[in-house]
T-cell receptor
Framework: GENVEQHPSTLSVQEGDSAVIKCTYS??????FPWYKQELGKGPQLIID?????GEKKDQRIAVTLNKTAKHFSLHITETQPEDSAVYFC??????????FGPGTRLSVLP | DAGVIQSPRHEVTEMGQEVTLRCKPI?????LFWYRQTMMRGLELLIY????????DSGMPEDRFSAKMPNASFSTLKIQPSEPRDSAVYFC????????????????FGDGTRLSIL
């Protein structure tokens, strides 16, 4: 089955700096890669997603890149703000048949 | 728009008791997922439904766990009898159909039920 690894497990950055979180997946059939943000006491919330026919996607300060050959994808957050502090999860899916989450990255943005 | 609604938000009960967690998916969503989150194992998919039919329950830990979806607007996850190791946060998520041309739809999560079994 699919296995998703995520690094780093914790990340601290200064406000205004960029943050990068990386994930790798094992199943070459996976074709959908969402990223979720989870704040304390809340459920994961989708922040951006990318499908396998696209190499990069941006939404304001957030971008995701996908390298299908290497089976890895990354989340980039620019100009980080304290409200970006949360746990971030990547996931990989093959038409919803096998939706697997990474272990999460705890991001702290220091003022 | 109302999101996924879970109840109760917190549940504390004694070992051996029956626990029922409830979920109301987003209207119009045909797929529903139950997850369990713990520090040790992260987010684990327990079961998911398409059009009220269970599709994959391979993540259900054992026979003490059961899930039902009697209609498109309601699902339950039941643990009977409960054990301390069942303590976790349980999430329900819903999405548009995860098959055919509608596949790979984002899942929308509720805020979870924090379950503590003493």
């Amino acid at each position: 089955g699919e296995n998703v690894e995520q690094h780093p497990s914790t990340l601290s950055v200064q406000e205004g700096d960029s943050a990068v979180i990386k994930c790798t997946y094992s199943d070459s059939a996976s074709n959908y890669f969402p990223w979720y943000k989870q704040e304390l006491g809340k459920g994961p919330q989708l922040i951006i997603d990318i499908r396998s026919n696209v190499g990069e996607k941006k939404d304001q300060r957030i971008a995701v890149t996908l390298n299908k050959t290497a089976k890895h994808f990354s989340l980039h957050i620019t100009e980080t703000q304290p409200e970006d502090s949360a746990v971030y999860f990547c996931a990989a899916s093959n038409y919803g048949q096998n939706f697997v989450f990474g272990p999460g990255t705890r991001l702290s943005v220091l003022p | 728009d109302a999101g996924v609604i879970q109840s109760p938000r917190h549940e504390v009960t004694e070992m051996g008791q029956e626990v029922t967690l409830r979920c109301k998916p987003i209207s119009g969503h045909n797929s529903l997922f139950w997850y369990r989150q713990t520090m040790m194992r992260g987010l684990e998919l327990l079961i998911y439904f398409n059009n009220n039919v269970p599709i994959d329950d391979s993540g259900m830990p054992e026979d003490r766990f059961s899930a039902k979806m009697p209609n498109a607007s309601f699902s339950t996850l039941k643990i009977q009898p409960s054990e301390p190791r069942d303590s976790a946060v349980y999430f329900c998520a819903s999405s548009f159909p995860q098959y055919g041309q509608g596949a790979n739809q984002p899942q929308h999560f509720g805020d979870g039920t924090r379950l503590s079994i003493l």
